[in-house]
Nanobody, 123 residues
């Protein structure tokens, strides 16, 4: 069964850090681009960051300089290091995969989705 499982969410104070993990099972991430997305209450799901199969990364303007996406193909896992967290970063964070040869790393183009992990930034 093809599956993505997120972990690492929780409660953090403003200015704090969290590291999210996205572990794949049933398929190898080597041939997929992986994206992190988030959805705040009452808002649409939005893209946060993507990493290609070759390691090229991109970030939403709102998280540039604070978040870092990385991948460890040996562990079949992608990470999202989140530093200098803000209350606006609160939401459910999802990872998703799309075959590397296919264009796009946006909500509408992803093939496999995880179940999400809650991130709450609050004092």
């Amino acid at each position: 069964q093809l599956q993505l499982v997120e972990s690492g969410g929780g409660l953090a104070q403003p200015g704090g850090s969290l590291r999210l993990s996205c572990a794949a099972s049933g398929f190898s991430l080597d041939y997929y681009k992986i994206g992190w997305f988030r959805q705040a209450p009452g808002k649409e799901r939005e893209g946060v960051s993507c990493i290609s199969s070759g390691g090229t990364t991109n970030y939403a303007d709102s998280v540039k300089g604070r978040f870092t996406i990385s991948r460890d193909n040996a562990k079949n896992t992608v990470y999202l290091q989140m530093n200098s967290l803000k209350t606006a970063d609160t939401g459910v964070y999802y990872c998703a995969a799309r075959f590397a040869a296919q264009a796009g790393c946006v909500v509408s183009s992803m093939t496999f989705w995880g179940q999400g992990t809650q991130v709450t930034v609050s004092s």
